[in-house]
């Protein structure tokens, strides 16, 4: 099989599938990938689609070009509200964003997520840039989980510092998680796309991306990764996804990305 | 009588920011920081600051750290955005050199919003104690009572900055002014805070606010000092202005992760006797192709 | 796919209305109020309501009053501004028949912003503690211990709307808004209810919106119907497009001064099968001159 | 003595003296008179001095008219801001706003003010139209009370609701009121000046408008009023003064409303 797309490329389009004509989401910072799934979503079989573009405040951004920072200027480009940072916070804590794109510097088997530090506390190995809007995995519906890498480093055992709670420990997520929120429920990695569907609510294996399998992503993850029963390679892109994708990124930085 | 001018040098603006005094900064990221106003605090050799940044941001601070005027950070998010994580920053936490209050997005923002507000403080659903925040934080998190419902409900303190710099497209010499991008938390800030400094890129006549007074973002009467800094949020990018300077912003993460922002700081900085003395160093055809208007 | 519409007539946009909902609708005063949307639901003859009015209102409250459409009111401020009291307020507040929430500005305010928050509830300073108002609201005012300080404070709940009814200038079909006048609580409002409609004097193309995003007041993301309404705040004023219309208050205000309302209601509402319908019963050259771009 | 001057005039001459060049001020719902008393102050000794126009949002309003309804968009006409709704609640627990003038359907001895019922709280001979922003009288700097009347239904000995509080249950007021608030401090009406400068912080006639006199104002007064010792008429408006009030009313409101 000729592989005529880029990894990003399949990304964005598995991540669109992941979306729903209803759907009200939002991205953060280095979200080019996350942010085309969200606009070939909207341009396929989610119109009603709304998404919010981080820091610019860019309501369905129609920008031109892919930039590489989230609060830039541009994105306000063809967008139809510019949404001040209080309505963010807002739509995180009341859970209007039914979709919350989120990542960390540590996952763990239950999709906590760390972005404070590794190591201890006290004394950390790599001290990370802080906890940000991660809580809200407990007050958004559904969170999404987007890595831009996939190593052992990165999907850990048990990560060290709780910024985002996922699964673990079920009788405190019932007692303070919204309830509306249901966590992490996809997770998508350079590797493969991954759900969280075991009866613990454990990260697992849903398919895996061209020139990987079910071992070589198990050997870049820290621990033991649940496996659907159906699991299989990642639907490619249509050549219709495609087309829209790369109309999309005109500058092409998906397609240099992988 | 005559109305007062609120128009000062930077020098003049920030003469009054003691040792210690609690500081914020506006912007997101590497967009619309006052960075002409916090390149003045170095050259003025402020120390310890207590710095409360808005949730998500970094370069400022990461400057500040290496020229040693931190003492304290509040932390949602300190880092370089698209560049990764704040050298400085990382560096001073891992040696211990730095206190941090270990927070997040919405105790900034809900803090900053209760002083604002005059609110004594914020109360949360019971999210956080699902992070390890508290544990960390427990002077900030407190957990309480619902009255109304019985519920356990966490309470988060407000944040007063003693100091709030904003930097703006536009401004009029009585404190008026206009940003043309994204919303943050200019408002809210400008509220929170006992003294506020206004950097615009462009002062204009009263006259262009009162013509379209529901344009206006910033109300002149927060404000007690208005600079003008063209590029004024260089290397950083002034929405609807100009774009960051990629270059600059590299060179500069390659000094931090190197750790010789000393170097950095010497030569655009400690130097220079103004922020505009730094600015025209820079090569204007470079500055020029920032410009949104020049492309 | 194509995208859906969400404009509607008024009947259909309100027919989801239920008695005994917790309705809200924007504006100030005599300003921005969505009249068109208020008298349909006269027309439906919905009951029961529960009014959370914006803190500083009146004339759609009197009306749905004397239409007997109103069990509980809120109650900030409940009048008619420059016209003074509202009549049929007044009337059924003396005569016991409706139920009174007895509250102020700020606990309106700040109970709107905790639902618009998702927070639990939201505290003050204990002035309250110098009025009446704990007295005959003890369910709204609860003393509690700041945990930060130990000093008493005061909480006061959210309020959360079932139905918002929010007037524009102009919107488009996803429900996209723009307002010229004074931001009031469109923007919290919006966000605290759970079913919002906007009615809209004109409808524009997106594209309206999207070459201008930093100018859109509400987000069509919130909104669940759009209503297009010509004269939808008459006879209350529209920011930037209409004046109100003094005699027509004047007359209101002396039907209802003298408890005729029902007679004003037969000859402007209740008779007429759509807000178009009574709208265009008004002289056109009286409407005309109300216009600002007439003037 | 030939009154070539309105009652109102004089009045609006009288606020603009009162207030200070740093003051930020907030006037509501008709308000013609202190609202030309802040433009002239502007005018005149403080350029400084900033003020909210009520339900327009407008600061510092030039508008070409006087109307009749402060939430008015053309108010905006000239400002330098529209304030939203947030700011001003904010500038009035905060205590940002120097100067609120407030108003009452009863006022007592000691400033207290009623806008809830006249009679039984739960079967009112009169229901007004609520507490609006009175509980500020303990938030913000100096409360200046404005009243277009003047009679004993209106002054009476003590409020049936006290919706803000002025200087009654001093124990109270020290506890409940911020540090920086004094209450109301002036007032003013179609008969004459006051403030509350004895010591328990009783209303005190300051000074009588034109063919008023200390006895004929007692006599409109439901409580027995304390006088200041150099009490005499209220001083009239000079021809500068004037000259700018009728520039800043150009349609005559004030001059036709007295």
Redesign the interface.
């Known amino acids: 099989m000729s592989m005529d797309f880029s990894v990003s490329e399949l990304m964005a389009a598995a991540i669109s599938r992941e979306l729903r004509d209803d759907d009200f989401a939002a991205v ?3 979200s080019h990938i996350p942010l085309c799934g969200l606009r070939l979503a909207q341009r396929t079989h989610a119109p009603n689609l709304w998404f919010l573009y981080g ?3 860019a309501l369905n951004s129609k920008a031109s070009e892919l930039v ?7 994105n ?1 480009e063809g967008a139809e509200y ?5 309505d963010i ?1 807002d739509f ?2 009341t859970g209007r964003f039914s979709v919350l794109f989120l990542g960390g510097m540590q996952i763990d088997k239950y999709g906590n997520m760390n ?2 530090a590794v190591g201890d ?1 006290a ?17 958004v519906q559904r969170t999404f989980v987007y890595v831009q890498h996939h190593d052992p480093r990165l999907f850990v055992e048990k990560v060290d ?5 996922g699964h673990s ?1 079920p009788e ?2 019932a ?4 309830p509306w929120a249901q966590g992490p429920t996809y997770l998508i990695s350079p590797l493969g796309v991954f759900d969280f569907e075991t009866p613990d609510g454990a990260m697992r294996l849903r398919s895996y991306h061209p020139g990987q399998s079910v071992e070589s992503v198990q050997a870049k993850t820290g621990f033991k990764l649940a496996v659907a029963p159906d699991v299989g390679p990642t639907p490619a892109p249509t050549a219709q996804e495609l087309r829209i994708i790369r109309e999309i990124d005109a500058g092409g930085v998906l397609r240099a990305g992988a | ?4 001018s609120k128009l000062k040098s930077a020098a003049e603006a920030l003469a009054h920011v003691k040792d210690g005094a609690k500081i914020i900064a506006g912007g ?4 619309n920081t006052p960075m002409a106003l916090v390149r003045q605090l170095v050259r003025q050799g402020v120390r310890d600051l207590e710095i409360v940044p ?3 941001t ?1 370069l400022w601070v990461d400057l500040l750290i290496a020229a040693r005027c931190v003492k304290k950070v509040h ?5 370089l ?2 560049l990764g ?2 050298p400085n ?2 560096r001073a ?2 040696a ?1 050199e730095i206190e941090i209050s ?5 105790t900034i ?2 803090g900053l ?1 209760a002083a ?18 508290p544990k ?1 934080s427990p002077d900030v998190y ?1 957990t ?1 009572t ?4 019985g ?1 356990p ?1 966490v ?1 988060v ?1 407000p944040i007063q900055p003693d100091v709030c710099l904003v930097h703006v497209a536009k401004a009029d010499i ?1 404190g ?1 002014g206009l940003s ?6 200019e ?2 800030i400008t ?1 929170a805070s006992r003294h506020v400094i206004l950097s615009a890129e462009e002062i204009v006549d ?1 006259s262009e ?2 013509a379209a ?2 344009q ?1 973002t910033i ?4 404000v007690h000092s208005v600079v003008h800094a063209p590029f004024g949020a260089y290397p950083g ?1 002034c ?2 202005v100009y ?2 300077d990629r270059p600059h912003l590299l060179e500069y993460n390659e000094f931090a992760k190197s750790d010789r922002t000393c170097d950095y700081l010497d030569a655009y900085v400690r130097t220079r006797n103004s922020d505009d003395d730094m600015i025209q160093r820079i090569d204007p055809a470079r500055l020029q192709a920032l410009r ?1 208007d020049a492309r």
């Open positions: 953060g910072t280095a820091g610019s405040g590489e920072m989230a609060a830039d200027y541009r306000l510019r949404t001040p940072l209080a916070i995180e804590f972005m404070v506390y004394k950390p190995k790599v001290r990370g840039p802080g906890t940000v809007g991660l809580a809200f995995t407990a007050s510092f709780v910024s985002g709670r420990g405190e997520v007692a303070y998680r919204r | 009588m005559q109305r007062t997101v990221h590497l967009s808005t949730p998500a970094g932390v949602s998010y300190i880092g955005e698209f994580l704040a920053f990382r936490v891992e211990g270990e927070v997040d997005e919405p923002f809900h919003r604002a507000s005059g609110l004594p403080f914020c109360v949360f659903p019971p999210i956080h104690l699902l992070t390890d925040l960390v407190k309480i619902d009255p109304f419902t519920e409900v309470a303190p009585y008026n043309l991008g994204g919303r943050h938390m408002d809210i509220k009263t606010f009162s007074p529901t206006t109300p002149g009467v927060l990018a929405p609807g774009n960051y949104l």
